[in-house]
């Protein structure tokens, strides 16, 4: 059974910090491509930052580069989301996602069932 656990989220006040992580179970983790979300109220669900199946390239969202870094640890089968200089725009559902594509070119790709980070005073 694939399953995606986040965790860690939570009130913090502008200018702090968050870890958030992923654990992941049930498929090949260390061939998928890992990413994180978020969504916030009214707003469509947004790519925040992404990282390679070995973690040799990541990406990410403008609003969050110098902020943010995401790292994976593949013997533990887990993501991480380090959030710092947090700011009330970041306040949002996060979600975790695996994305993979077999030499067949089929498309595999599961989601967290998300974690909420409220950024406030």
């Known amino acids: 059974q694939v399953q995606l656990v986040e965790s860690g989220g939570g009130l913090v006040q502008p200018g702090g910090s968050l870890r958030l992580s992923c654990a992941a179970s049930?498929?090949?983790?260390?061939?998928?491509?890992m990413s994180w979300y978020r969504q916030a109220p009214g707003k469509e669900r947004e790519l925040v930052a992404a990282?390679?199946?070995?973690?040799?390239?990541?990406n990410y969202a403008d609003s969050v580069k110098g902020r943010f870094t995401v790292s994976r640890d593949n013997a533990k089968n887990t993501v991480t989301l380090q959030m710092n200089s947090l700011k009330p725009e970041d306040t949002a559902v996060y979600y975790c996602k695996a994305d993979y594509r077999d030499e067949l070119g089929r498309m595999y790709a599961y989601w967290g069932q998300g974690t909420q980070v409220t950024v406030s005073s």
């Open positions: 049930g498929f090949a983790f260390s061939r998928y491509a």
């Open positions: 990282i390679t199946h070995y973690g040799s390239n990541t």
